[in-house]
């Protein structure tokens, strides 16, 4: 499949530990972010959304924080596991509520050593 | 079966021809995108359609054309390709409306030559 992560930032963790991804998103009027996991050699998958009224929000195992205030957003990934490992993308609607553009960041690729 | 399906799976082409990469979805879905990835850049916008006979640009839409004559394909067409063009592409849809996820498809690998 696709090699994405050289030049991506990398986090290595421990299988067990909780691993926090971040990014930083670019405008300010975006209401929409979401997140999403890439393995290797297939297409992006949804994780969990957040809307702009909600700072928290808790999937199974995640949780994506929003800070409005720095335009930050996390994903927190409990009790990470060896097939955590795989390439996170956090997007943003730059179209506004009425219309879906979706904007990606440039992924962190999250590698789990056993 | 139900989804979204890009073809062909991987492309050979030389500089300056015409190619035409397909994407279907069987969800009667609004919103159909094109994303190009390479190292580096993560996924960019290429084009976008809110419906049938609506395409917008993306962030990198030189050098390409869509068209979006019925709802469930959205085919992308590199006119005169590049190797600059050379890249992962992929399709993806999302229902009506703003603030919905978007569902990928398998991606397409080009490479001009």
């Known amino acids: 499949g696709e090699n994405v992560g050289l030049h991506l930032p990398t986090l290595s963790v421990q299988e067990g530990d909780n691993s926090i991804i971040n990014c930083a998103y670019s405008?300010?009027?975006?209401?929409?972010f979401i997140w999403y996991k890439q393995e290797s050699g297939k297409g992006p998958q949804f994780i969990i959304d957040?809307?702009?009224?909600?700072d928290k929000r808790q999937g199974q195992r995640v949780t994506v924080l929003l800070n409005k205030t720095v335009k930050h957003l996390s994903l927190q990934i409990a009790a990470t596991q060896p097939g955590d490992s795989a390439v996170y993308f956090c997007?943003?609607?730059?179209?506004?509520?009425?219309?879906?553009?979706?904007?990606f960041g440039t992924g962190t690729l999250l590698a789990v050593q056993p | 079966d139900a989804g979204i399906t890009q073809s062909p799976r991987y492309k050979i082409t030389e500089t300056g021809r015409q190619v035409t990469l397909m994407c279907h979805q069987t969800?009667?879905?609004?919103?159909m995108f094109w994303y190009r990835q390479d190292l580096g850049h993560g996924l960019r916008l290429i084009y976008y359609s809110a419906a049938a006979d609506i395409t917008d640009k993306g962030e990198v839409p030189d050098g390409y054309v869509v068209s979006r004559s019925k709802t469930e394909n959205f085919p992308l067409t590199l006119e005169s390709a590049t190797r600059s063009q050379t890249s992962v592409y992929f399709c993806a849809s999302s229902e009506v409306g703003g603030n919905t996820e978007a569902f990928f498809g398998q991606g397409t690998r080009l490479t001009v030559v």
């Open positions: 969800w009667s879905h609004s919103y």
């Open positions: 405008n300010s009027a975006s209401d929409y």
């Open positions: 997007a943003e609607n730059m179209g506004g509520g009425a219309t879906n553009k979706l904007i």
């Open positions: 957040i809307r702009s009224n909600m």
